[in-house]
């Protein structure tokens, strides 16, 4: 009998419920999808000419492990900006292979067997998997609707206990567009605290938030020592592609991940890295036009919503929307595979983020105001034809 080459940790890990649907729309002529969770524009030029010349100039080496030292020093500048937190570019900063990398890392420098990892729900499909790869036990806490997915103290009691260690806050959400604010994050601050907890802050979405700035959990009194700050390039910069992210925290914890990151990766695409300074240099202006045409596409959907009375808080970060459709007695994948058979319109069901994500879909508008138009007026004659209108 030959031995299983395969570990069962991986075994029992599911895959991402999210390539299912797209797989198939791929395949499926006419078919819109408003699923993947990736900006419709171009890398900004600025970027893309830093990139090539970054070629032309034969910068192909390895960079040191923690990131170039100039593309780290404009990161600790970004967040002294962005989010009023200093950072040393030397022994606090690391940049690594999209903010997923650093998620992973993170978790594995922070967990011993039997750590527990406080998730929030709905959240990006990575957070759980890593933290059984680290050896950590995963715990979801449900976020309710009723709160608009918002993360409260009354949630965390209800999960936390003295093998906690960690708590992972995945704001603004992907995938329902949650955002916290100074007024909410301060008690669930004051809670990490009492409970001598980390926190790993996923904060991937923080240049897309719609009338009000984000705020970091990191910039609260007595945090800064308790989160690793996790971010990137892959959505606020439309570089999904150029595969880079950073972290910054406390020294103690980021020297491990460099050390760990040194063995797993070596460093992070040199002309990404060099692409990425000027990115945070010179690129405001480009960033602030998409977050303004998705800010555009946001509220036409919610529009949409409210004349079709289909129930959906409004969000206000990432470019999701997260509507219910409980009244239509289905399940969520029961829904979205039939809009897909029906009307060739491919959405996420929401329990791919998570079990409490059961009654409702993502919806991504990263997608042009014409293609949302189109799979719009689909999903209106379906649900239309669902509530016995058509």
């Known amino acids: 009998m030959t031995r299983n080459p395969l570990s069962k940790k991986i075994i029992d890990i599911q895959p991402s419920g999210i390539r299912k649907f797209f797989d198939v729309a791929n395949e499926m002529k006419d078919a819109i999808s408003l699923g993947v969770g990736e900006p419709d524009f171009d890398t900004p ?35 002294e900006r962005k989010i009023h937190v200093s950072y040393d570019p030397k022994k606090e900063t690391l940049v690594t ?19 527990e990892v406080l998730i929030p729900q709905p959240c990006y499909v990575s957070y759980l998997p890593c933290t059984v790869m ?38 603004p959400n992907n995938p329902t567009g949650s955002v916290m604010t100074k007024e909410d994050l301060e008690p669930v601050a004051e809670f990490v605290k ?3 907890l980390f926190v790993l ?38 570089m999904t592609g150029w595969r880079l992210g950073f972290c910054c925290g406390p020294e103690v914890i980021i020297e491990q991940m460099v050390k760990l990151h040194q063995f ?51 969000p206000h970060g990432a470019f999701y929307v997260f509507p219910s459709i409980q009244e239509f007695g289905m399940t969520s994948e ?12 491919a959405v996420v069901p ?31 004659s379906f649900i239309r034809r669902l509530r016995g209108e058509a």
């Open 264 to 314: 797993a990766i070596m460093c992070a695409p040199t002309t990404s890295q060099y692409a990425a300074v000027e990115g945070l240099r010179n690129c405001d202006d480009e960033v602030q036009e998409m977050r303004k045409s998705y800010d555009q596409r946001r509220r036409f959907l919610m529009n949409e919503f409210r004349r079709m009375g289909l129930e959906c808080f409004e």
């Open 45 to 79: 030029w600025r970027i893309r000419e830093e990139g090539i010349f970054s070629l032309e100039k034969g910068r192909t080496f390895y960079t040191s492990n923690a990131g170039l030292q100039e593309l780290r020093n404009e990161i600790c500048r970004y967040l």
């Open 201 to 238: 802050s996923d904060e991937i979405y923080s240049e897309l938030t719609y009338g009000s700035e984000h705020v970091s959990i990191a910039s609260l009194p007595g945090m800064r020592e308790r989160t690793i700050v996790i971010n990137g390039f892959s959505k606020g910069f439309a």
């Open 350 to 380: 929401g329990t791919a983020f998570g079990d409490c994500g059961e009654g409702f879909l993502r919806i991504s508008y990263a997608y042009s105001l014409d293609d949302l138009k189109e799979a719009l007026g689909r999903v209106e």
């Open 97 to 115: 292979v999209g903010g997923s990398e650093a998620i992973d890392v993170g978790l594995r420098c922070m967990l011993d067997p039997g750590d």
């Open 134 to 171: 680290a050896d950590g036990v995963p715990v979801t806490v449900p976020l309710q609707h009723k709160n608009e997915f918002k993360l409260t103290v009354e949630d965390l009691e209800k999960y936390t206990t003295p093998k906690t260690k960690v708590l992972i806050m995945p704001f």
């Open 334 to 345: 029961e829904f979205a595979t039939r809009l897909l058979n029906e009307e060739k319109v």
């Open 194 to 196: 009492e409970h001598d």
